[in-house]
DNA sequence: AAGTGGTCTAGACCACATT
DNA sequence: ATGTGGTCTAGACCACTTC
């Protein structure tokens, strides 16, 4: 690992350890440079990290400020099992849809490839500690995705793609709103025709820039939790 | 303004204006510190700043790439009217409560201030183009919003805190969940007792780390839509 | 082997806060 | 006046990709 991530995981795990407590003003870069025998520009480099993190408050003239402990964020840049298994869940999953399609209008624009490209199209049930919970929709270029199976959508797609195909996800964007559950999410989500269901629509792309996964998700009201933290760039 | 900040400014200026188009190789790091006369770090800087954007892919060994363009993602670093305004709507408020009490144990561990510490509490009705859409719920320390008058929350808090306190504002954590309308809710917003509301719980922070709101607004399910990209730190 | 980004240094200079 | 962070430079060295 480099310096600068060595320097800031120390510097995390010591505000976290409260060796360092809230409001408490850290060393300052001269030293802190000294202490960890590198320039003040890598130990800047650690520091803007953790501000980055809303863990620390730089102030010119005047020093570096721990703030407020870290908060628990469910990442959406991670799937629906990692999440789950965070927060101590059981995940299956009940296939109702493996198929390849070429991409139509609509699907080549999300996913930014051609008309015609071959796509994974998968819907699958989530079911949450013996509920079902979610019906995502997913969409995945098979050119990307190659050699994924009907096996891997069982567990989990995401630990294929970063164990298996090595590939690194980079951001997301993703849409809230609300809808009415039509006849097939009414039934395999156990809920009445119509209920009020959280759509998700997501674009996850890779940190070379590609799109792997356009996907729309629908929750049940009842078990939907979302949670982030924003910084202002 | 700092050169790395005008240098990037410029760049994206470029990239939205297809002057470097989708999937083109920007010029290395040594040409643009020769055109922009600075060292390669400041290009760095500015480029680290477009790949955070997501518009632009750095790969190393090979260069830099323009990637997808500029998505619309509504902050929730601005209030509901600025955002609201963005869309080109109008909002008014129908102020419930405007008062100011001693915070209790919940509300000081959410502001991270003291038991019995000042607190405006305010309830408003937001209004967009003339549909009761929200209903807010807002705590603020006195000590940090001093002067902030019933006439401000008529209009923009935000506005107030910005552009007469002159206080910034660095991120917010954010939740999101489905909850049930009560009797003041369905009446306000004019949706049967009990039907679902969307909830937002959010507490905002200032760049000085201190914490400036914390509030629960509930949303008719109808009008809500959330939308945001992450990026992976 | 050549091209390109990433990390790191030492030091200069500036902006802001505290005393 | 002093302490502290922010920006910027010039150059070294390393890691990865492409040819």
Known sequence: MVKYLKIYETIKQRILEMEYRLNEKLPDGASLGKEFDC???TIKKA???????GLVVRKRGSGSFVKRPLN???SHLHGTKANAIKHGKEVTS??????IIPAD???AERLNCNRGDLIYHIIRVRIIDSLPTVIEDTYMPVNILNGLTIEHTQDSIYSFITN????KIHSSTMEISIVKAN???SENLNVPLNDKLVAVEQIVYLDNGDIFEYSISKHTTDTYHFSTNFVRL
Request: cysteine-free; glycine content about 0%.
């Open 39 to 41: 320039s003040e520009l």
């Open 47 to 53: 520091l803007d990290i953790l501000v980055a993190d």
């Open 72 to 74: 628990t964020t469910t």
């Open 94 to 99: 009940n296939n109702l849809k493996f198929e």
């Open 105 to 107: 209008e609509r699907i």
């Open 164 to 167: 298996q195909l090595k590939l």
């Open 183 to 185: 006849e097939i999410e």
